[in-house]
């Protein structure tokens, strides 16, 4: 979009105060994507897909993918072997495992949320045995619980965890201890960090992590369609014996690859130029400055979202910093009110999944969030409510937000 001033004899302040104006009107119409994934991108990560496409066996594919993984290796706060697939990040978790689990391989997994049932799933699909902590969907296992497991457990090869639940807005925040706990019995811990890596702390070494699996779309600020793993020696350890690794996500096969700075087959050279871009931004910003503007504007939200009296699924030290998860108040239909945040005020976010599809709304605050989206989302939210007649007063959420950003 293309903007023309009309230059007048005027005074430059009030020149650079009308343009200021004239761009945050224009900045306000634009649509934001404010889902737990796929997220806002910058300008910079567009404009970087548009680079001449190259060949992905030649030494200018090399030192893109060797930028890549220096700071992935950064992001993911890791000295071990990283590898960036084509593909979403559940086949990430495909990769992760399909190449630890065999036949008869018993993985302790806690599932509360759509997410850890999917991963649950997986392991069964390669023939594993699971051994499930059954929680509520508001709710996080405890470094206690899986303690017990382990004890009772002693045949278990691995646990296999979401960081952060996608569906319900629920942080495991007893991961530290889980990561020693693995590590005293002898078990992998497998991690997906997929809607959490670059949006909260996870020093993947310091805390005992195995294998981790990232996407792209979500806190790292990247369009979808590539997954990160991340491999340590233990890991190699079980992958190596394993009986009948993936074909596509064979570890091994691409690790012989890495070697080389390639990968087994074809990558998406686009999303890999856009990753590329999206990693030095979060390298400029550092990994604690940007921890402390996801908190802050998760923090923003809540006290948002209290002030409107909603409920979040989650409370308490479980809240996610990346996904809001607000319930649904008594009257209030979720697919009518996302309707209206959509098409009178340009804000997608998300519904409910499993046995919260009808009751929630989930909110991404993830990737390039600052509080220009924050207060336009709630903005959008408490104005929604209003019109579907739910007692709202109008403005009262936007500033306890504000509150929060200028506190």
């Given at each position: 979009?293309?903007?023309?001033?009309?230059?007048?004899?005027?005074?430059?302040?009030?020149l650079?105060?009308?343009l200021?104006?004239?761009?945050?009107?224009l900045?306000?119409?634009?649509?934001?994507?404010?889902?737990?994934g796929p997220?806002?991108?910058s300008e910079r990560?567009?404009?970087?897909?548009t680079?001449?496409?190259?060949?992905h066996?030649?030494s200018?594919?090399?030192?893109?993918?060797?930028?890549?993984?220096?700071?992935?290796?950064?992001?993911?706060?890791?000295?071990?072997?990283?590898f960036?697939?084509?593909?979403s990040?559940?086949g990430g978790?495909?990769?992760?495992?399909?190449?630890?689990?065999?036949?008869?391989?018993k993985?302790?997994i806690?599932?509360?949320?759509?997410?850890?049932?999917?991963m649950?799933?997986?392991?069964?699909?390669?023939?594993?045995?699971?051994?499930?902590?059954?929680l509520?969907?508001?709710?996080?296992?405890?470094?206690?619980?899986?303690?017990?497991?382990?004890?009772?457990?002693?045949?278990?090869?691995?646990?296999a965890?979401?960081y952060?639940e996608?569906?319900?807005?629920?942080?495991?925040?007893?991961?530290?201890?889980?990561?020693e706990?693995?590590?005293?019995?002898?078990?992998?811990?497998?991690?997906?960090a997929?809607?959490?890596?670059?949006?909260?702390?996870?020093?993947m070494?310091?805390?005992?992590?195995?294998i981790?699996?990232a996407?792209?779309?979500?806190?790292?600020?990247?369009?979808?369609?590539?997954?990160?793993?991340?491999?340590?020696?233990?890991?190699?350890?079980v992958?190596?014996?394993?009986v009948?690794?993936?074909?596509?996500?064979?570890?091994?096969?691409?690790?012989?690859?890495?070697?080389?700075?390639?990968?087994?087959?074809?990558?998406?050279?686009?999303?890999?130029?856009?990753?590329?871009e999206?990693?030095?931004?979060?390298?400029?910003?550092?990994?604690?400055k940007r921890?402390?503007?996801?908190?802050?504007?998760?923090?923003?939200?809540?006290?948002?979202v209290?002030t409107?009296?909603?409920k979040t699924?989650?409370?308490?030290?479980v809240?996610s910093?990346?996904?809001?998860?607000?319930?649904?108040?008594?009257?209030?239909?979720?697919?009518?009110?996302?309707?209206v945040?959509?098409?009178?005020?340009?804000?997608?976010?998300?519904?409910?999944?499993?046995?919260?599809?009808?009751?929630?709304i989930?909110?991404?605050?993830?990737?390039?969030?600052?509080?220009?989206?924050?207060?336009?989302?709630?903005?959008?939210?408490?104005?929604?409510?209003?019109?579907?007649h739910?007692?709202?007063?109008?403005g009262?959420?936007?500033?306890?937000?504000?509150?929060?950003?200028?506190?």
């Amino acid at each position: 979009m293309v903007i023309f001033i009309k230059f007048n004899r005027i005074d430059d302040s009030l020149l650079l105060s009308k343009l200021q104006v004239e761009v945050s009107i224009l900045q306000e119409k634009k649509h934001l994507l404010m889902l737990p994934g796929p997220t806002n991108v910058s300008e910079r990560v567009i404009q970087a897909m548009t680079k001449p496409i190259i060949g992905h066996r030649g030494s200018e594919f090399h030192a893109l993918h060797g930028s890549i993984l220096d700071n992935l290796r950064y992001v993911f706060q890791t000295k071990n072997d990283v590898f960036t697939l084509t593909a979403s990040g559940t086949g990430g978790v495909d990769c992760a495992i399909g190449n630890i689990v065999n036949p008869g391989d018993k993985v302790i997994i806690p599932v509360f949320g759509r997410f850890s049932e999917r991963m649950r799933d997986k392991i069964v699909r390669c023939g594993g045995k699971t051994v499930e902590l059954s929680l509520g969907w508001s709710e996080a296992p405890t470094a206690e619980q899986i303690a017990q497991l382990a004890d009772k457990e002693k045949d278990a090869k691995a646990i296999a965890i979401v960081y952060n639940e996608t569906s319900t807005g629920v942080t495991v925040r007893d991961l530290p201890k889980i990561g020693e706990i693995a590590r005293e019995n002898n078990l992998l811990l497998v991690v997906d960090a997929i809607s959490v890596l670059g949006g909260d702390n996870l020093p993947m070494d310091e805390w005992n992590v195995d294998i981790c699996v990232a996407g792209s779309q979500k806190c790292l600020g990247c369009p979808p369609g590539l997954a990160m793993v991340v491999v340590n020696n233990r890991a190699w350890e079980v992958i190596e014996k394993a009986v009948a690794r993936p074909y596509y996500f064979d570890l091994v096969r691409m690790r012989d690859f890495i070697a080389k700075i390639e990968t087994p087959f074809t990558p998406a050279v686009s999303l890999f130029y856009a990753l590329d871009e999206a990693l030095k931004m979060i390298r400029e910003e550092g990994l604690d400055k940007r921890f402390k503007r996801h908190a802050t504007c998760a923090e923003a939200f809540y006290n948002a979202v209290g002030t409107l009296k909603l409920k979040t699924v989650s409370n308490g030290k479980v809240r996610s910093n990346t996904v809001i998860a607000v319930r649904m108040p008594s009257g209030v239909n979720n697919t009518e009110l996302r309707k209206v945040m959509k098409e009178q005020h340009k804000i997608t976010v998300a519904g409910g999944q499993g046995e919260l599809k009808k009751s929630i709304i989930r909110i991404g605050c993830m990737g390039i969030i600052s509080e220009t989206e924050t207060i336009r989302t709630i903005d959008a939210l408490e104005n929604a409510l209003n019109t579907l007649h739910y007692p709202v007063q109008v403005g009262a959420g936007v500033e306890a937000a504000r509150r929060v950003f200028h506190s």
